[in-house]
């Protein structure tokens, strides 16, 4: 079974401060993808991470994926209230019949 | 472009009854998934359909149905419904069958009573 660990699991920091929200598995991902979802809406894509080692910005926000295709990770510089939300982290199985997993999340809560 | 809309926002059912959920996905996409979002559980998989076939299926009971129109819309329907069953519902939409990009609604708030 293909899992998505993401940590950490809550995150509560002050306006301006950076983070790092990260999303690991012991399986390979064909492609991996960052959701962010606030309340009462559905999760809105942010990014696609295809190949190993690949690096994505969006403004301020940066998206990794790991060499092996197992992980990646999240990191937001200088965060804003806005960025207030569920990060998702999500993949599509490499074997068997398609599957599309999502990590456990990151709630992320940003002070003014 | 219209987003994808899912219809009522929020329902409210007593235990043994059955609910019928609808999707309307982006214009010209033809793949429709279905997902449940709880506290506990995260956001899992349930089925996905193209083409009016229900091409994939994640590891829900056959309590769970959908079906998809010629005009690519899907309904969602939960046939006795268990207070475990309460949870917010999400449809995406996609171009293709088993795209890893998908766009989702706002989703339905299933309250079971």
């Known amino acids: 079974t293909q899992l998505l660990e993401q940590s950490p699991q809550f995150l509560s920091i002050q306006e301006g401060e950076n983070l790092t929200v990260y999303c690991n598995s012991s399986s390979v991902f064909s492609s991996l993808q960052w959701y962010r979802q606030e309340p009462g809406e559905g999760p809105v894509l942010l990014v696609t991470v295809v190949t190993g080692g690949e690096v994505k910005k969006l403004k301020r926000l940066t998206f990794q994926f790991g060499d092996a295709r197992k992980d990646s990770s999240l990191h937001i510089t200088a965060a804003q209230p806005g960025d207030t939300g569920l990060y998702l982290c999500a993949g599509a199985a490499t074997s068997g019949t398609y599957k599309y997993i999502f990590g456990t999340g990151t709630r992320l809560k940003v002070l003014a | 472009k219209a987003g994808v809309t899912q219809t009522p926002r929020y329902l409210i059912k007593t235990r043994g009854q059955q609910v019928t959920l609808s999707c309307s996905p982006i214009s010209g996409h033809r793949s429709v998934s279905w997902y449940q979002q709880t506290p506990g559980q995260g956001l899992q998989f349930l089925f996905e359909y193209f083409s009016e076939t229900q091409r994939n299926k994640g590891n829900f009971p056959g309590r769970f149905s959908g079906r998809q129109f010629s005009n690519s819309r899907s309904e969602m329907n939960v046939s006795t419904l268990e207070l475990g069953d309460s949870a917010l519902y999400l449809c995406?939409?996609?171009?293709?069958?088993?795209?890893?990009?998908?766009?989702f609604g706002p989703g339905t708030r299933l309250t079971v009573t």
């Open positions: 995406a939409s996609s171009l293709v069958q088993a795209s890893y990009e998908q766009y």
